[in-house]
C-alpha cells in the first residue's frame, strides 16, 4: 500500500473506525509547510512555516512529559473537545481516563494531517472507541 509504515499503520488505524475519512486523507496531498524537528527530548515536534517564521505546534523540550500534565488541569468525566492533532501529545494522556467518555478533535486542514500521518504514530487515538475525528477545512470559515 505504502513505502512508508508508520504511515500505513495510520491508514489502517483510521479505516477501522472511520473508512470515509481515512480515503479522503489518503488522496490528500501532504501539507508542504509542515516540517518536523527533534525536542531536546529526541521525540519528533510538528512545526508549520508561516512566511520564513517556523512555528512548532508542541514544546520542544519534553512533548510528552509537557502533554502528560494536561490531564491534572481537567478533572471532570465526560466528553472533551479539542482543537488541533498536532502530533497527538496533548491527546493521548486523556486516554488513560476511563472517566473521560468521548474526545472530539477538530483539525480543520486535512493536508496537516496527512503529513503527521507521514512521521507520527496516531495509531492508538485512532484505534480508541472513544476517539472522533472531525477533519474540515471549512470550518472557521464564514
Known amino acids: 500500500m505504502f513505502d512508508n509504515p508508520i ?12 473508512p470515509e475519512l481515512s480515503a479522503r486523507i489518503g488522496s490528500t496531498s ?3 509547510e509542515l516540517t518536523f524537528r527533534r ?5 519528533l515536534v510538528p512545526a508549520l512555516k508561516v512566511k520564513s517564521r517556523l512555528t512548532p ?7 510528552l ?5 494536561l490531564p491534572d488541569l481537567y478533572s471532570d468525566a ?3 473537545v479539542i482543537f488541533g492533532i498536532g502530533a497527538g501529545y496533548h491527546i ?3 486516554l488513560k481516563n476511563r472517566r473521560i467518555s468521548n474526545i472530539l478533535i477538530i483539525e480543520k486542514n486535512p493536508a496537516l494531517l496527512r503529513r503527521v500521518m507521514e512521521n507520527i504514530d496516531l495509531c492508538g487515538l485512532f484505534m480508541d472507541p472513544r476517539v472522533q475525528l472531525l477533519v474540515n477545512e471549512e470550518i472557521g470559515r464564514a
Open 92 to 94: 493521548t494522556p486523556f
Open 57 to 63: 505546534l508542541h514544546s520542544t523540550f519534553d512533548p
Open 65 to 69: 512529559k509537557e502533554g502528560e500534565r
Open 78 to 80: 465526560g466528553f472533551l
Open 30 to 32: 501532504p501539507l508542504k
Open 39 to 43: 525536542a531536546r527530548n529526541g521525540v
Open 7 to 18: 504511515l500505513e499503520r495510520n491508514f489502517l488505524a483510521l479505516a477501522a473506525n472511520n
